[in-house]
């Protein structure tokens, strides 16, 4: 247990089920706003304790929570909160799934009797690398979608869509995921190009 002074917080490192001994959970109790924290993964936590940030020497005015890990040999210690770089090179699976998109018209919501067919697919995205965008679709709300074909789109680029080759359906889905352990991004929207191609309006 520590007091993260910098965040306001008790922090409490625990070893959950499916640990190897040392501690890979941290629960946190916010005491400005008496909240408690969701559980955060730590890797292999083994002591901790306020210390200054070390960064090209260390900043004797701004703190943060360290700990040594305690399941790796001649490893360095880990300053939690600072940067949004990966510790270690353990990808990370990231999957955002959406079924029964509704989509928009200039009349208002596109109706369920009628089908469309996605052109392309514009994430609104922030980040690094690239994702990887699948789209598909079904005939009814409680049909299992069928997917089509992977587009990958760079998250920089002059191009930021998927072109897709998508049968017209009645309720879209789409799933955005990547696997790695370099990039981050962050999705806030998703923009469609579609035509709506049967029992229109």
Request: aromatic share 10%.
């Amino acid at each position: 247990m520590v007091n993260n002074t910098q965040k306001y917080q008790i922090e409490l490192y625990y070893p959950d089920l499916n640990s190897t001994g040392w501690c890979n959970k941290m629960l946190s109790w916010r005491y400005d706003l008496n909240v408690w924290n969701a559980p955060k993964d730590v890797s292999g936590a083994c002591n901790a304790c306020e210390a200054p940030i070390y960064n090209s020497g260390f900043q004797y005015a701004s703190r943060c929570v360290v700990y040594g890990r305690g399941n790796v040999a001649s490893s360095q210690l880990v300053q939690t909160g600072q940067g949004n770089s990966f510790l270690g090179s353990t990808a990370i699976p990231a999957l955002f799934e959406r079924n029964n998109v509704v989509l928009q018209s200039e009349k208002g919501p596109v109706p369920y009797s009628s089908k469309v067919y996605i052109h392309r697919a514009l994430p609104e995205i922030s980040g690094t690398g690239s994702i990887d965008i699948t789209l598909g679709g079904a005939n009814s709300t409680a049909q299992t979608p069928t997917y089509g074909q992977t587009g990958t789109v760079a998250i920089v680029t002059d191009n930021p869509w998927v072109t897709t080759q998508q049968n017209a359906v009645r309720t879209v889905s789409i799933k955005v995921q990547s696997n790695d352990a370099t990039n981050t991004w962050n999705m806030t929207a998703m923009n469609w190009q579609a035509s709506v191609v049967e029992d229109a309006f």
